[in-house]
C-alpha cells in the first residue's frame, strides 16, 4: 500500500542508517555546498543533457539571492528541516490511500534530487493518478513551462 519511500530521495539526499532517515551532512558542509553556485546550477540544470535549454540568469540569479545577507542561515535551516517531510511520508501516504484524490502527479527526469522510480509509486495509493514524466531538470518551468501549462489545464479542466 505504500508508495513515498526514503527512495524518493535522490542522489543529492540519499536515505541511510537503520531508521531510513536521510542522512545529512553536518550543517557547515551542507551551507557550504548547498549555497554554491555549482550547486545551485545543478539544481537546476541535473543530470538534463541538453543544458543549452536553460538560461544561465536562471542560477546565477537564484545564487545571488541565495548568498544576500540572512540567506545563509534561513536557507540552511530549511533545508535540514528537510527531514521532517521524509518523517511524515507515512501519513501522507495514508492520506493518499483513504481519500483517493484526483491527483496529477508531475516529475522530471533530470532531477538529481528525486528518485525516477518514486512518481508511478504514488499509482500505488492513488490507482487513478494522472502521471507525466518530463524532460526537465528540477525546476520544470525552466525549460518546460508550455507543456506545464497544458498538462494542468487538462487536468483542471476534466475536474469540472
Known sequence: MRSLTTKALGRTGQPGGHSGRTVLPTKRRC??????????????????????????????????FLNAPGQTQIQSDLFYDYRTN???YPNWQEWLHRTQPRLLVLWCRHDLS???GEPERYRKDVPNA?????????????TKADEVAALVCGF???QK
Not at 44 to 59: A, F, Q, T, V
Not at 130 to 142: E, K, P, T, Y
Request: hydrophobic share 45%; net charge negative.
Open 130 to 142: 494522472q502521471v507525466h514524466v518530463l524532460d526537465a531538470g528540477h525546476f520544470a518551468l525552466d
Open 86 to 88: 521524509v518523517d511524515a
Open 31 to 64: 551551507t557550504k555546498n548547498l549555497l554554491s553556485l555549482a550547486t545551485t546550477k545543478t539544481r537546476h540544470i541535473g543530470g538534463d543533457p541538453k543544458i543549452e535549454l536553460y538560461d544561465p540568469d536562471l542560477w546565477t540569479d537564484e545564487w545571488a
Open 114 to 116: 528525486f528518485d525516477l
Open 156 to 158: 483542471m479542466s476534466a
